[in-house]
Structures are given as structure tokens and as C-alpha cells.
């Protein structure tokens, strides 16, 4: 068990995904991590599943730390109760949105300037873990789920030293990499690189509606890496865009030009100049493309693509990876698909350029039928 940076008790106020994973997170440092939660039933699946102990109104608790881990609509309300019941608490949020958070909770403490005063807002930190999944509640938390993922932070003018110091230690216990974000910043970020995608596999997904079977069944990778986080959670969604709502229009204003321009072009496909346009436009986003990080949050970097053939029984992938091991070939992403046809599955492996020739050459000569 590694030493924590916190010292606790922390309490967690909401116990879905996040808030049952720092629970997670946190214990298997030893930490005492209280759990609370609107709902009896999801409080008692993360005390069951390991996150912490239920909160107990007779106990009088002090703790070290406070994670809001609310909905984002009720979030800042949260916090501003936090701060006054907890008086020697460091508290964060983990909304999604920052700026509307901090936005709610300077207008909680104008109303109530005496029992929010600046001291008390000196010890909130917004914060933002960028990790989640598909599935939502207690039953899908992972301790490991922060585990090398950015974790964002995101103090106010108001914030103290020690308030950050705290904040970060939590980031740092949980195994994710800090960055330092104004809340204006974070959101204008967040409504790039999350909320547009979340917004247009929404767009994509939803043509499927009424589209025949027949036809789905042509679907692969392209498709389900387009529209998988089209399966997210709605409700969230609807709260977490209402609220970065200036920031996300002015991205979609851009991506509305784009369609228009995209749309003019194709109702005249064969008109001077327009073939010339699809390929600017495909071009942008390739360049697009080639800015997203690389490895490790790395530069950007070329890898080459190659696709094995392995029979759909257990074993095989385990063992395809064994022997790629034995050349001595880093695997650097890895995919899989399934035949429409045949009782086969394709991975796609990506690989250094340099690797490629030798590895499709030793794993042909081992038996593997590898398509180029």
C-alpha cells in the first residue's frame, strides 16, 4: 500500500461513477473515506462494492477534505453548503463545466456574504478528472479509473495556497496527471476535445434510428468508433451542455460553416472546383487530426497499420500479442473487429514504421495470415 498525500477523513457527497471511484481510489490507500449520497441505494452498492463507509449524521465528522461529486446542476449549492458545514474542509467539485460552478457559487456568497465569506471561499478548488465510461453508477467504478488520465485544476482568484496543495494530492493519490486551468480556459477547452465530440456522435447515432438492418449490418470500426459515446448518459449530458452552452455555440457556429460550405459543394459535385473543395476540406482534417497528442500525451507521431487474422476461440489474441513480444515489436494501439461472414476476428495493430516489414514477415512465417 503506497503512502497517501492526504491525511482524511474525505468525505465523497455523491456516489455514481466518480465519486464511488475516488472512493475506490482513495481506500486502497488506506484512507477513511465517508460516502454520501441522495440516494440510500447507491450509497449502500458503493459502501457494498468497497468506497467507503456510509456518513453518519450522529458522527461528528471533521474532515480533511470534501468531494462534491453532485450533478452539475446542483453542484455549486452543494459546495456552498459544504463550506459552511465544514468549516476546516478543503472543498472541490468535479463538474464538468467550471466556470458556471464558480459563476453560482460568487452569487450564493453575495446573498449570504456572512455565512460564505472569503475565508470560506478561499478553501474551494473547482477541479475536472477527465475519465469516465459508457456506464454510469457505483457498480461501474473502477479504483483504477484516474489512473495516467488529466485531471484538471481549476482555482479561483479566491482560492488559497493550501486549498490547491490539497486539491493536487488528491489528483496525485489517484494516480492522474495535473494540469493548472483557469475556469475559462478549462471550459473552452472541455467544449473542444468532449463536448463537441459527445454532441456530434450524438448527431451520427441518431441517423441510425430508422435505418434498416440490413444495412447496419455493413457497420464496422468506422462507425462504432464514430457513435460509441453516443451511448452516453442523457440527463448529464443536457446539464453539462446547458451550462457550457456560450462556449460550445461559438464551436458550432464553426462547424456549421463547414457543413453549409460541405453541402453547397456536394449538390454541385462536378462543378469546377468542387472536387478540389472535398479535398481541402478532408485535408483539414487531417491536419486536425495530426495536432491530437501522441503517446503519453507525447507529440503527434506516424504509425503504421497492419491487420492479422485470428480465429474467434479463446486464446488467440492472447497469444498473437505473446509472439509479437517474442519479435521484440512494441504494440502502440491495438483494435478489434469481427468478420460479417466468417468466424474470425481482425486486429489491427499499429506499429512503428520502421517495425513493420519485419514484423508482417516473422508473423507470416509463424502461421499468421496477415492482410496488407
Same mark, same amino acid.
Given at each position: 500500500?503506497?503512502?497517501?498525500?492526504?491525511?482524511?477523513?474525505?468525505?465523497?457527497?455523491?456516489?455514481?461513477?466518480?465519486?464511488?471511484?475516488?472512493?475506490?481510489?482513495?481506500?486502497?490507500?488506506?484512507?477513511?473515506?465517508?460516502?454520501?449520497?441522495?440516494?440510500?441505494?447507491?450509497?449502500? =452498492?458503493?459502501?457494498?462494492?468497497?468506497?467507503?463507509?456510509?456518513?453518519?449524521?450522529?458522527?461528528?465528522?471533521?474532515?480533511?477534505?470534501?468531494?462534491?461529486?453532485?450533478?452539475?446542476?446542483?453542484?455549486?449549492?452543494?459546495?456552498?453548503?459544504?463550506?459552511? @458545514?465544514?468549516?476546516?474542509?478543503?472543498?472541490?467539485?468535479?463538474?464538468?463545466? !467550471?466556470?458556471?460552478?464558480?459563476?453560482?457559487?460568487?452569487?450564493?456568497?453575495?446573498?449570504?456574504?456572512?455565512?460564505?465569506?472569503?475565508?470560506?471561499?478561499?478553501?474551494?478548488?473547482?477541479?475536472?478528472?477527465? /475519465?469516465?465510461?459508457? @456506464?454510469?453508477?457505483?457498480?461501474?467504478?473502477?479504483?483504477?479509473?484516474?489512473?495516467?488520465?488529466p485531471w484538471v485544476l481549476c482555482p479561483s482568484e479566491a482560492s488559497s495556497a493550501h486549498a490547491i496543495k490539497v486539491a493536487h494530492s488528491l489528483a496525485i493519490d489517484l494516480d492522474a496527471v495535473v494540469f493548472r486551468f483557469t475556469p475559462d480556459?478549462?471550459?473552452?477547452?472541455?467544449?473542444?476535445?468532449?463536448?463537441?465530440?459527445?454532441?456530434? /456522435?450524438?448527431?451520427?447515432?441518431?441517423?441510425?434510428?430508422?435505418?434498416?438492418?440490413?444495412?447496419?449490418?455493413?457497420?464496422?470500426?468506422?462507425?462504432?468508433?464514430?457513435?460509441?459515446?453516443? /451511448?452516453?448518459?442523457?440527463?448529464?449530458? =443536457?446539464?453539462?451542455?446547458?451550462?457550457?452552452?456560450? !462556449?460550445?455555440?461559438?464551436?458550432?457556429?464553426?462547424? @456549421?460553416?463547414?457543413?453549409?460550405?460541405?453541402?453547397?459543394?456536394?449538390?454541385?459535385?462536378?462543378?469546377?472546383?468542387?472536387?478540389?473543395?472535398? /479535398?481541402?476540406?478532408?485535408?483539414?482534417?487531417?491536419?486536425?487530426?495530426? @495536432?491530437?497528442?501522441? !503517446?503519453?500525451?507525447?507529440?503527434?507521431?506516424?504509425?503504421?497499420?497492419?491487420?492479422?487474422? =485470428?480465429?474467434?476461440?479463446?486464446?488467440?489474441?492472447?497469444?498473437?500479442?505473446?509472439?509479437?513480444?517474442?519479435?521484440?515489436v512494441n504494440v502502440e494501439d491495438l483494435r478489434l473487429d469481427h468478420s460479417a461472414g466468417l468466424q474470425v476476428g481482425m486486429v489491427e495493430l499499429s506499429v512503428l514504421p520502421s517495425r513493420r516489414v519485419a514484423l508482417v514477415d516473422e508473423l507470416?512465417?509463424?502461421?499468421?495470415?496477415?492482410?496488407?
Amino acid at each position: 500500500m503506497n503512502p497517501s498525500h492526504l491525511c482524511g477523513p474525505v468525505l465523497v457527497l455523491g456516489s455514481g461513477l466518480l465519486g464511488a471511484s475516488i472512493g475506490l481510489g482513495l481506500r486502497a490507500h488506506g484512507l477513511d473515506v465517508v460516502l454520501s449520497d441522495p440516494s440510500p441505494s447507491a450509497q449502500a =452498492v458503493a459502501v457494498d462494492i468497497g468506497a467507503g463507509r456510509a456518513f453518519d449524521t450522529a458522527e461528528a465528522l471533521s474532515p480533511e477534505l470534501v468531494v462534491v461529486a453532485a450533478p452539475p446542476d446542483v453542484t455549486a449549492n452543494v459546495v456552498a453548503a459544504a463550506l459552511v @458545514r465544514y468549516p476546516s474542509a478543503v472543498v472541490v467539485d468535479i463538474a464538468s463545466v !467550471k466556470g458556471s460552478v464558480l459563476a453560482e457559487i460568487q452569487a450564493i456568497a453575495a446573498l449570504d456574504s456572512m455565512a460564505l465569506d472569503a475565508v470560506a471561499l478561499a478553501r474551494y478548488v473547482g477541479t475536472h478528472p477527465m /475519465a469516465g465510461r459508457e @456506464r454510469s453508477g457505483p457498480v461501474a467504478a473502477r479504483g483504477e479509473l484516474f489512473n495516467s488520465m488529466p485531471w484538471v485544476l481549476c482555482p479561483s482568484e479566491a482560492s488559497s495556497a493550501h486549498a490547491i496543495k490539497v486539491a493536487h494530492s488528491l489528483a496525485i493519490d489517484l494516480d492522474a496527471v495535473v494540469f493548472r486551468f483557469t475556469p475559462d480556459e478549462h471550459d473552452g477547452a472541455v467544449a473542444l476535445v468532449s463536448h463537441l465530440p459527445q454532441v456530434m /456522435a450524438s448527431l451520427v447515432a441518431s441517423r441510425l434510428q430508422e435505418t434498416p438492418s440490413h444495412a447496419l449490418s455493413l457497420a464496422g470500426n468506422g462507425l462504432r468508433d464514430t457513435t460509441r459515446i453516443a /451511448a452516453s448518459d442523457p440527463t448529464l449530458w =443536457v446539464q453539462i451542455l446547458g451550462a457550457n452552452a456560450p !462556449k460550445l455555440l461559438a464551436i458550432m457556429e464553426g462547424v @456549421r460553416t463547414d457543413l453549409d460550405r460541405l453541402i453547397n459543394t456536394l449538390s454541385a459535385p462536378t462543378a469546377p472546383g468542387a472536387r478540389l473543395d472535398l /479535398a481541402q476540406l478532408m485535408a483539414e482534417g487531417n491536419a486536425g487530426e495530426s @495536432r491530437i497528442p501522441g !503517446k503519453h500525451g507525447g507529440p503527434a507521431q506516424h504509425y503504421s497499420w497492419l491487420t492479422v487474422l =485470428v480465429d474467434d476461440k479463446p486464446g488467440q489474441i492472447a497469444k498473437l500479442l505473446t509472439e509479437i513480444g517474442e519479435i521484440g515489436v512494441n504494440v502502440e494501439d491495438l483494435r478489434l473487429d469481427h468478420s460479417a461472414g466468417l468466424q474470425v476476428g481482425m486486429v489491427e495493430l499499429s506499429v512503428l514504421p520502421s517495425r513493420r516489414v519485419a514484423l508482417v514477415d516473422e508473423l507470416t512465417e509463424r502461421g499468421w495470415k496477415v492482410i496488407q
